[in-house]
């Protein structure tokens, strides 16, 4: 008998991944718990080995997709007889049409499923889409209780997908701090860290929604003004496009695309400023993160999440909101991209600003420890065992 299965695509990847990671190692040693997977894919770590329904889909294709919902379903209601689990929890699309779809019919286990992106931004004019969007509004409300990342998705489920209200709860992922506070202290040996020259960095996939070119553009007419540099950690669809804007702004000297790293916090311990230039998010992990490092933030005031992290600019600065349309080198600055490169210079050139929100923004990190998050999902479980 296994009390908790916790249904996801892969253990790899972004935040939502993370969850039943640190789920598997953190939870009350009282709570048998087991990992199940759609794919095989595996990099975070675990308590016991996952279990994995080998469902190598194209999530392109809609018969692909259309024949691993099937196959899913038939594969964890087994899953779910076998263990006799009490709650089964799932974290992504697909790992919740096939946690509702699995206990349907015949009722075995508690549903909790979980919203880790706003779903408006996550779908796009497919077909593929466009049935996921019909499943969401009439599958979601049949699970006991739904999860949303952060206020602003709790909003978006109610207000777009006509979800009930009193079935959403809203937890943070969990980030291990201390962890963080740790592998942040590992040695930079690249040599753009290497000298006191200002260093602004950003954290991110390499995508439309991230919009860093808005970012590369601010920075061009930071660098007019002062010495610094920018780094741009991630990787994505968006990388060649980028390289041709850094190209023809002639800053490939100043602006370095570091690609995706294991341990991004040490390139943030070394840096000067984090700068999130986000068309839209659910809540936007690289800013505790950031935090978590010491390094003050600047975000754009984009629908959800900075501004319930750093709230009234207490713990950070919010700018506002960019446009989701590519600027190229001949377009003249927007009002927002000149608003957000004033305050880089501003905040740069204030050393009270700078070590006021260091501090701050590492105290409000811990509100989002694992030890915290935890402590509210065995509430959740321990509701049934």
């Keep these: 008998m296994t009390d908790i299965l916790m249904l ?9 991944e993370r969850v039943p990671s640190e789920l598997s190692i953190s939870l009350d040693k009282r709570i048998s718990r087991r990992i ?5 894919q595996i990099s975070y770590p675990y308590d016991q080995k996952p279990i994995s329904m080998n469902l190598n889909y194209t999530k392109s294709s809609f018969f692909s997709v259309l024949y691993a ?13 076998t263990h006799n689990a009490k709650v089964s929890i799932s974290f992504l699309v697909m790992d919740n049409f096939i946690n509702i779809l699995s206990n349907l019919f015949k009722k075995r286990t508690k549903v909790i499923i979980s919203v880790h992106a706003t779903l408006s931004n996550k779908f796009k004019d497919t077909i593929i889409d466009k ?38 709860k809203v937890v943070y992922n969990p980030l291990n701090i201390s962890q963080i506070k740790f592998l942040k202290e590992e040695t930079v040996d690249d040599l753009f860290f290497s000298d006191s020259v200002p260093t602004i960095i950003t954290m991110g ?11 590369i553009r601010a920075f061009s007419k930071v660098k007019s003004k002062q010495k610094c540099r920018l780094c741009i950690l991630g990787e994505g669809p968006m990388r060649p496009r980028l390289e041709k804007l850094i190209s023809d ?11 995706w790293k294991t341990n991004p916090y040490k390139y943030i311990n070394h840096s000067s400023l984090f700068v999130l230039t986000s068309i839209s998010e659910a809540l936007p992990y690289s800013i505790i993160e950031a935090m978590a490092c010491g390094c003050p933030v600047i975000s754009t005031d984009c629908k959800y999440g900075p501004s319930e992290i750093i709230g009234d600019n207490k713990y950070g600065i919010l700018v506002p909101p960019m446009d989701s349309k590519f600027c190229e080198v001949a377009d003249p600055l927007t009002i927002e991209e000149n608003i957000l490169a004033e305050n ?13 929100y260091s501090e701050l923004g590492l105290k409000r990190s811990m509100n989002f420890d694992t030890s915290k998050v935890i402590d509210i999902y065995e509430q959740i479980f321990f509701e049934d065992m």
């Excluded at 199940?36 to 095989?40: F, H």
């Excluded at 880089?344 to 006021?356: A, G, P, T, V, Y």
């Design 205 to 215: 996939r390499l995508n439309e929604v991230k919009g860093q070119w808005h970012l």
């Design 131 to 168: 049935i996921a969007i019909i499943f969401v509004k009439k599958l979601y409300n049949r699970a006991d209780l739904i999860i949303a990342v952060s206020e602003g998705v709790k909003e978006e489920l109610i207000s777009m997908f006509h979800l009930d209200s009193q079935k959403i």
């Design 249 to 259: 702004l002639n800053l490939k000297d100043d602006i370095l695309l570091l690609g």
């Design 69 to 81: 919902l099937t196959t899913g379903i038939l594969k964890y209601r087994k899953i779910v007889k």
């Design 344 to 356: 880089i210079i501003q905040i740069l050139n204030d050393e009270n600003n700078m070590n006021k």
């Design 8 to 16: 996801i695509t892969t253990l790899t990847g972004g935040g939502a």
């Design 36 to 40: 199940i997977l759609l794919k095989n």
